[in-house]
């Protein structure tokens, strides 16, 4: 089990995490909504429960809660800037098909 992440999305969550003044990283993880079933879930987070699952990638711990993890193993977060819009991109190895917004998808 491992989740990654690009050298971009890296680089922004340690310069929002540097401009914040605190943080452990960031955590991933997953809800039911959205068109297609299940949206991702992004956050900054100080601290982690014992059951979640921690990973390093580039410098950046993520933490993810054991519920999430079915659905985002093998997951590579990464940030892109596309014209005038930016944000983070899910590469999800296990989802089947994902909303024409990209805000959703199922397994």
């Known amino acids: 089990m491992a989740i990654s992440m690009s050298q971009a999305a890296a680089d922004h969550v340690n310069r929002y995490l540097s401009n914040r003044g605190q943080g452990l990283g960031v955590r991933l993880g997953v809800r039911t909504t959205g068109c297609s079933g299940m949206a991702y879930v992004l956050e900054f987070v100080d601290d982690?429960?014992?059951?979640?699952?921690?990973?390093?990638?580039?410098?950046?711990?993520?933490?993810?809660?054991?519920?999430?993890?079915?659905?985002?193993?093998?997951?590579?977060?990464?940030?892109?800037?596309?014209?005038?819009?930016?944000?983070?991109?899910?590469?999800?190895?296990?989802a089947k098909n994902e909303c024409g917004c990209g805000e959703s998808f199922n397994v």
């Open 48 to 94: 982690a429960a014992d059951e979640d699952a921690l990973f390093e990638s580039r410098g950046v711990t993520v933490v993810i809660d054991p519920k999430s993890m079915v659905y985002l193993d093998g997951t590579e977060l990464d940030y892109v800037k596309e014209g005038l819009n930016e944000g983070f991109q899910f590469n999800n190895p296990n």
